[in-house]
């Protein structure tokens, strides 16, 4: 068992659902979800451009700053959850809903100014194994969506894997965007 130093500074984790799955929603969920999808696009590209020139001039991560930057991401979690089947629930732009996002508020001194350049270059292996898995989750939804409009339910280890590859997805943003940690991301997808 890992002690809590050990753990990474963001925390990510979907409920998995009881019971049935909303197959009339689940059928025609990509047209529902096209004007939250577009709210959490505009949302999410507010997030970097900020973020990198308070880090680089100021070497500083104002507490509302982040605050603002971790709610962007649990919205866009919430809105990438519903598109992926994950959850029925049409993403709130307030509640958390069935998905945990959390993220540790960098300290003074946690950030290096001049790291952000560093970040999206150190970030590019994570890049290049998060584009096969983002295409092994498309076909992983594929095959949830089949299950769920034929009995009704998301298969759990499928559910488990995009969950995953969401979580790692999540912690190289925080690291190589939204810039609240300067700790290298794993490359796993469990905690």
């Known amino acids: 068992m890992s002690s809590s130093t050990d753990m990474y500074p963001l925390q990510y984790s979907v409920d998995y659902p009881e019971g049935p799955r909303n197959r009339l929603t689940a059928l025609v969920r990509l047209i529902l979800a096209i004007p939250i999808i577009i ?3 505009f949302a999410a590209w507010q997030v970097i451009v900020p973020t990198f020139f308070m880090i680089l001039f100021r070497n500083k991560y104002p507490r509302w700053w982040f605050d603002w930057n971790l709610e962007v991401m649990r919205f866009v979690s919430r809105v990438n959850s519903y598109v992926l089947l994950l959850r029925d629930e049409y993403p709130a732009t ?22 952000p350049i560093v970040k999206w270059i150190l970030a590019i292996p994570h890049f290049i194994v998060l584009y096969v898995l983002s295409l092994i989750v498309l076909l992983v939804s594929f095959i949830a969506w089949l299950a769920i409009l034929i009995v009704g339910r998301y298969p759990r280890g499928m559910f488990d894997f995009t ?12 690291y190589a965007f939204v810039l609240t940690t300067d700790r290298y991301p794993p490359f796993r997808l469990g905690e």
């Open 163 to 174: 969950v995953g590859v969401m979580r790692w997805s999540n912690r190289v943003t925080a």
């Open 39 to 41: 709210i959490s696009i």
């Open 94 to 115: 307030d509640d958390e809903q069935a998905i945990h996002l959390d993220m540790s508020y960098p300290d003074e001194g946690d950030i290096n100014r001049f790291m």
